[in-house]
């Protein structure tokens, strides 16, 4: 007898665990950073990481608020931003995270950031190079910070006085043409123009309006000083309120999610608190961000004056326009007043043509044709002669 086959038993499904779903998730939303370090940067190299939000946050110590200011999709103020661990810079199109040992910039292989990257590469190479060499200096060196916030501003100072001078060097000659000769052509070249100076006006106007609410307030300059904060914190035995390890499960972060206004301001209660104890000097912060004030207050200066211009040429057009359209009016009154006396010439021409026996139809000099019609044009001249000279005495021509 035989026996009969088992079935085989089919394999338990696959159960995915919220942590294993919260890093699949993490894992797809991550993002690449290029991160120049104080170490990186004496070596002479820089990382390009993939970080999620979640783990820029651990790392940085920010809240997510603070991180959506980076995001290029969002719409966000310039604003240098000193929290309990990290600066967060955006500044027109300069978005960056500095901490006391590394900095990082989103998305360094898009054209227009890795320009920004190379500068920060360079600069902090050369002054980590400059920091280990045995020669004495007059001064001590800038904390890693502030030389990172330095580039971070002058880059930014720099791109918008840049993009200044190109539309210096492209404006002028073109509001030179459109005045000598009004055409569709000059206007378009114009209005774009005009248009490329509001952009870049606003650029510049957000800069300086953030760099004179830094100078304005010294406890956003007191935030700043995070290698300071932090010796002041080693000092005193405290720890950062952002030293987290452990990683948030899924409905942790629902949690959170839901809680988060609360956060928000028993984390702005706590900086309060953070910044009476701790009180640095902000001299030399205070006279770096004066420098890059006068440089993008100079800059805005120039495109004030090419405003200036671009509106002293178009009431030059609209006075030009103006005096054509007087020229065309006066020239209207002229053919008016001839075409008023040329009717009274008709008039006449047609009470001769009416059907009426008078002396003057039953004579028989052909002359009287000629006279006539000599009588009738030199009185529609005179008439014309006289409106003429009234028109120029009243002022209505010129």
């Known amino acids: 007898m035989a026996t009969p086959t088992p079935t085989p038993t089919p394999p338990p499904p696959l159960t995915t665990t919220p942590r294993r779903r919260h ?4 894992a797809v939303a991550a993002a690449e950073w290029a991160a120049v370090s104080s170490s990186s940067a004496a070596s002479g190299d820089f990382r390009v990481e993939a970080l999620g939000k979640h783990q820029l946050m651990r790392r940085t110590g920010l809240p997510a608020r603070d991180l959506r200011a980076l995001d290029p999709a969002l719409s966000h103020p310039s604003s240098v931003m000193g929290r309990d661990r990290a600066v967060v810079v955006n500044l027109d199109r300069v978005r960056a995270v500095i901490t006391a040992s ?7 292989r898009d054209p227009a950031v890795a320009p920004l990257v190379a500068e920060l590469h360079a600069r902090l190479s050369a002054a980590a190079a400059a920091t280990a060499s045995p020669r004495e200096e007059d001064g001590k060196a800038l904390p890693f910070e502030f030389r990172a916030i330095e580039v971070c501003i002058e880059f930014a100072c720099k791109s918008l006085d840049h993009e200044t001078s190109l539309l210096e060097k492209e404006a002028y000659p ?5 005045t000598s000769k009004v055409s569709t052509l000059n206007l378009e070249h114009v209005r774009q123009i005009k248009s490329r100076l509001v952009a870049i006006s606003g650029g510049v106007h957000k800069v300086r309006d953030e760099l004179e609410h830094l100078l304005d307030d010294d406890a956003d300059m007191a935030a700043m000083h995070l290698s300071e904060k932090l010796a002041f914190q080693a000092a005193a035995g405290q720890s950062s309120r952002f030293d987290i390890e452990e990683e948030p499960g899924e409905f942790d972060q629902e949690r959170n999610n ?6 928000e301001r028993e984390e702005d209660d706590d900086e309060a608190e953070g910044s ?5 000097k902000i001299d030399e912060l205070e006279n770096l961000l004066e420098a890059y004030f006068v440089q993008i207050d100079g800059t805005l200066n120039k495109l004030s004056t090419l405003r200036e ?9 609209n006075i030009m326009l103006d005096d054509k359209q007087n020229q065309l009016l006066q020239m209207g009154v002229v053919l008016s007043t001839a075409t008023l006396m040329i009717s009274a010439a008709i008039v006449v ?14 004579t028989n000099n052909t002359n009287i044709f000629w006279v006539a019609n000599a009588g009738m044009l030199g ?20």
């Open 23 to 26: 890093a699949a998730a993490a």
């Open 102 to 108: 590394e900095v990082l910039v989103p998305g360094p």
């Open 174 to 178: 073109a509001l030179d043409a459109l």
């Open 258 to 263: 839901d809680d988060d206004e609360s956060a």
């Open 276 to 280: 009476l104890s701790f009180s640095p």
């Open 309 to 317: 211009y671009v509106e002293d040429t178009e009431d030059y057009i």
């Open 349 to 362: 021409t047609a009470v001769f043509g009416m059907n009426v026996h008078i002396a003057l139809f039953l």
């Open 379 to 398: 009185g529609a001249a005179a008439l014309f002669v006289v409106a003429i000279a009234y028109y120029r005495k009243n002022g209505i021509l010129r």
